[in-house]
């Protein structure tokens, strides 16, 4: 209670004796957030065609875009893309999140992984600016997801089994809130049962949906009946048809016109109120004091982070980020003098590698050179033997031919003779 | 004379077909919550689902494809028709569809194999064709036209039965919406290469309204079907329908869907053609390929025994 409060914390409450005019903070509140505006993201997951651009479109009476997507994608994507609108003088920042490709493959195993991709990584923008030494939080556009359209096909039986995988994979990041799509051809007995059927599942595989707030008292009673009604049946539509004297949004059959916006046809009128009416505030909030706060808080656990330290001493964020980026540092530090020691025993090993080569190359020039050396002193043997019998054959033909031409002077008897003593050599 | 000797032809053979009876086989495919059971109680105005078990996510998650058969004999003005209609429960509902049509393949395989046993056998006197005649595929109408799974399956199967395409839970469609998505399926039919089943062109004798009529039906493709359970007031008499807030869809109303085009065509006029080109050509189609790839293994079994020997 609020004495008892008052009491612990030696606080008094007192009674002004005149009006102050502290009255009216809650109007500045209001202005102020009208100066600044609001930001509000909703992320549609659903197949391909079921709707979920129509639907958009129609609670926020706008054309917002025109085209329309393939089947044949190989994988899920995330489109984002944002407006500003403008409601007396209250402006709307709009982010719509759309799924492109959703339940078009074959092997849907790996679908709900690019929307948790999406949803983390907004969480982790807003976590890197709440955690910079000059961050401009106030000014910062939040793009982290409010709230998630789940459209559920009508089959009139039961939830998919991707719907499940998905919604299980999401309930813990953002909040859900199932809708069923396209759902004029589901009858009013139908759609009674499918309700009932689609909220077991949800509950017996642990699935959580978003619950309207039922503890502020102004809006706890329809937020209660609203919480019994889901999933939302809707019926989007953009095309308008004369309904008595009057143009309203409706679908038009040959057997009949479903108007959008009367509550005995579907439930829009119902999204549209708890959506965007009363509890718009609220997802916002749950959105970063829930989901946030977890994503928060896995994420800096999973970098080392604790509140209590060892002792059971409270730690400070800072602190421990001042002892991690020390941490680091001497990590860094000693990874640098390993990698430095690296390098010099790598350059050792590789200079005695190079030296024995170097020896050995040494070696076989040494043993060459002398192997050349023997070679060219024996040639300079034979060089010399081969000049000395060139001396000897040059003296012996100096010599002949000296003796030849004394002899030719004489007469021819003298070569007879010379020849018949030659001959007689041979006999 | 000429005449006299041919109509009583045609009426011996009226009375013999008679009194033997008709059979037909008729599939029905396409996933869960399209609708397939509700329409083929509206075809043949019986309740062949009355005690079925419906499967929730959960337990979705990891099933495997199943072929069932619901067999009932129906009579008509001394016509009697054993009609056979084949499920697939679980086609296209897992988490991971890869190759979920094979199990329909094998099963459409499996029934030309026997009847080819059958009729290759020394008594052929009492031959059970269990042949399918008909594939009914359900399209979601949810979407903007055909999926991939759609085109596998549709590739996977056209030349082994005959596909009719149906565009299921139509009323989720306005007039301009269901004649926006039959062209785009049907050009995305082209596109792919998907041989659906081919209406017969009609002679050329024939009075303008029937062929205005045939002209009608092949546009048709695929047929925008809603089928009900329940029999509704509408308009001063009872008709089989659907209630809503906004008015009463009408199941046998031309000017809300496509489904007396679909149970003429099918019962009414194209029940024999439909048999007819099942077998002189998907069943004929297999029989050959079965005659080849056995005579392909005899002929490799035969090298090789004359390889072993020398």
């Known amino acids: 209670s609020l004495s008892g409060y008052l009491k612990r914390e030696n606080v008094r409450s007192l009674t002004m004796s005149g009006h102050v005019g502290f009255e009216s903070l809650p109007d500045q509140l209001v202005n102020r957030s009208i100066q600044q505006g609001f930001c509000f993201n909703i992320l549609c997951v659903g197949e391909t065609g079921i709707g979920k651009s129509t639907l958009i479109d129609t609670l926020f009476n706008t054309n917002f875009e025109d085209y329309e997507s393939s089947h044949f994608c190989p994988n899920v994507k995330l489109k984002a893309q944002t407006y500003e609108l403008q409601e007396s003088n209250v402006r709307l920042k709009l982010t719509i999140v759309n799924t492109v490709g959703f339940g078009d493959q074959i092997n849907k195993e790996e679908s709900y992984q690019p929307i948790v991709d999406y949803i983390d990584a907004q969480f982790e923008a807003y976590l890197q600016e709440e955690l910079k030494i000059k961050r401009s939080l106030f000014t910062y556009h939040d793009s982290r997801i409010h709230v998630c359209l789940y459209f559920i096909s009508p089959t009139g039986h039961s939830l998919k089994t991707l719907d499940l995988l998905t919604m299980k994979n999401l309930d813990s990041k953002v909040n859900i809130i199932p809708v069923i799509a396209k759902a004029d051809t589901v009858s009013k007995t139908e759609l009674q049962k499918f309700k009932i059927k689609l909220m077991s599942e949800l509950v017996s595989n642990g699935v959580q949906i978003y619950q309207f707030p039922t503890d502020d008292d102004t809006i706890a009673k329809v937020n209660a009946a609203m919480n019994g009604q889901l999933p939302f049946a809707v019926v989007g539509s953009m095309d308008e048809v004369k309904v008595g004297n009057k143009m309203v949004k409706a679908r038009q059959y040959p057997w009949g016109v479903v108007q959008v916006e009367n509550e005995n046809h579907c439930d829009f009128v119902k999204l549209r109120e708890m959506l965007i009416c009363t509890n718009m505030e609220d997802l916002r909030e749950q959105t970063h004091t829930r989901h946030y706060e977890l994503y928060r808080r896995c994420k800096l656990e999973e970098m080392g982070f604790t509140d209590v330290g060892p002792e059971n001493k409270p730690v400070s964020l800072q602190e421990t980020y001042e002892a991690k980026r020390h941490e680091f540092h001497g990590e860094r530090q000693r990874k640098e003098e390993e990698m430095k020691q690296m390098f010099v025993q790598r350059v050792k090993e590789k200079e005695a590698i190079l030296k024995e080569a170097e020896r050995e190359l040494q070696a076989k020039f040494e043993h060459l050179k002398r192997l050349h050396q023997e070679e060219r002193m024996k040639l300079e043997e034979k060089r010399r033997l081969l000049e000395e019998e060139i001396i000897a054959f040059s003296k012996k033909k100096a010599t002949s031919e000296i003796f030849h031409g004394q002899s030719f002077l004489a007469t021819g008897s003298n070569l007879r003779k010379d020849k018949d003593r030659k001959n007689s050599n041979f006999l | ?310």
């Open chain 2, 1 to 310: 004379m000429h005449s006299a000797f041919l109509s009583t032809r045609t009426t011996r053979i009226h009375r013999k077909s008679v009194k033997k009876g008709f059979d037909f086989t008729l599939m029905v495919a396409g996933e869960s919550g399209l609708g397939k059971s509700t329409l083929v109680n509206s075809l043949f105005l019986t309740d062949l689902y009355r005690d079925r078990k419906l499967l929730g996510a959960e337990e979705r998650i990891m099933q495997t494809v199943e072929i069932t058969k619901h067999a009932v004999d129906i009579e008509e003005k001394g016509v009697r028709l054993r009609l056979t209609i084949v499920d697939t429960p679980g086609f296209g509902d897992a988490v991971n569809n890869t190759e979920c049509w094979k199990p329909v393949a094998e099963y459409i395989d499996q029934q030309f194999e026997q009847y080819f046993r059958d009729e290759s056998g020394l008594n052929r006197k009492n031959i059970q064709d269990n042949r399918v005649h008909c594939c009914l595929y359900f399209i979601s109408p949810f979407g903007h036209g055909l999926r991939p799974l759609d085109v596998e399956f549709m590739k996977a199967l056209h030349q082994r039965v005959n596909i009719v395409p149906i565009l299921a839970k139509a009323d989720t469609l306005t007039p301009p919406e269901v004649d926006r998505k039959k062209r785009k399926i049907r050009e995305e039919i082209e596109h792919f290469g998907i041989k659906i089943y081919q209406f017969p062109d009609c002679d050329s004798d024939e009075d303008e309204d029937f062929k205005l009529q045939d002209q009608a039906l092949k546009e048709s493709i695929p047929f925008a079907v809603i089928g009900s359970n329940t029999v509704v007031e509408a308009r001063g008499r009872r008709v089989r329908g659907r209630l809503y807030p906004w008015g009463i869809v009408e199941v046998e109303n031309p000017g809300h869907c496509d489904f007396v085009k679909l149970r003429t065509m099918l019962v009414r006029t194209h029940m024999q053609d439909l048999k007819d080109v099942t077998r002189e050509t998907h069943y004929e189609n297999y029989r050959a390929q079965c005659i080849q790839s056995m005579t392909r293994l005899v002929v490799k079994e035969r090298n090789r025994k004359d390889r072993s020997r020398n």
